[in-house]
Antibody
Framework: QVQLVQSGAEVKKPGSSVKVSCKAS????????ISWVRQAPGQGLEWMGG????????KYAQKFQGRVTISTDESTSAAYMELSSLRFDDSAVYYC???????????????????WGEGTTVTVSS | DIQMTQSPSSLSASVGDRVTITCQAS??????LNWYQQKPGKAPKLLIF???SLKTGVPSRFSGSGSGTDFTFTIISLQPEDVATYYC??????????FGGGTRVEIK
């Protein structure tokens, strides 16, 4: 049974960057999509973006375009999410999630998210 | 982006009650909808995919229906362990993934 193990909590200054890792234990990423979802305190879920290995190109929600970089290292079954120019309202729990891929004539797309990491708390504080 | 409007935002029901949550998409998403359960302090858990398909191992008291823009999530007989927040999520192939705002379910 695959598990996703995320890196530990981070405290960052406004304007800095944070890089969160997500490593698959007992499985791989290569046949699955990887998404990053965040949740601010007391708020709902927000999809930041993800990557589908067979397409290779990350997709980002417009809100985070230019500030987020998502990548994977298949040799180590790890995924990474780097968020730059941090603001106070970036304080949240950041989840990685492994999911299915929907394949259509138009390409490969994100589907469901069925294995989640435990979350990484990022606190932006001066 | 496709907006997902969930209602109600919270509800309180008795054990054994039927609970219904709706999710409306801002445009036609066919059956491209999933439902998740999130308990406090925990990661979300996939319950239903493709609007109405129950994930293996999920109790049959959970169900989903709908297509197009209007979707429904039902707990046939609410149990104490169902206290959680439930989210819908669309995955229309031509648009970014988006979640509904969530519905908090409590026991009366």
């Amino acid at each position: 049974q695959v598990q996703l193990v995320q890196s530990g909590a981070e405290v960052k200054k406004p304007g800095s960057s944070v890089k969160v890792s997500c490593k698959a234990s007992g499985g791989t990423f290569s046949s699955y999509a990887i998404s990053w979802v965040r949740q601010a305190p007391g708020q709902g879920l927000e999809w930041m973006g993800g990557i589908i290995p067979i397409s290779g190109t990350p997709k980002y929600a417009q809100k985070f375009q230019g500030r987020v970089t998502i990548s994977t290292d298949e040799s180590t079954s790890a995924a990474y999410m780097e968020l730059s120019s941090l603001r106070f309202d970036d304080s949240a729990v950041y989840y990685c999630a492994r999911g299915g891929i929907m394949t259509t004539v138009n390409g490969a797309f994100f589907y469901y998210m069925d294995v989640w990491g435990e979350g990484t708390t990022v606190t932006v504080s001066s | 982006d496709i907006q997902m409007t969930q209602s109600p935002s919270s509800l309180s029901a008795s054990v054994g009650d039927r609970v219904t949550i709706t999710c409306q998409a801002s445009q036609d998403i066919s059956y491209y909808l999933n439902w998740y359960q999130q308990k406090p302090g925990k990661a979300p858990k996939l319950l239903i995919f493709d609007a109405s398909s129950l994930k293996t191992g999920v109790p049959s008291r959970f169900s989903g229906s709908g297509s197009g823009t209007d979707f429904t999530f039902t707990i046939i007989s609410l149990q104490p362990e169902d206290v959680a927040t439930y989210y819908c999520q669309q995955f229309h192939t031509l648009h970014p993934v988006t979640f509904g705002g969530g519905t908090r379910v409590e026991i009366k």
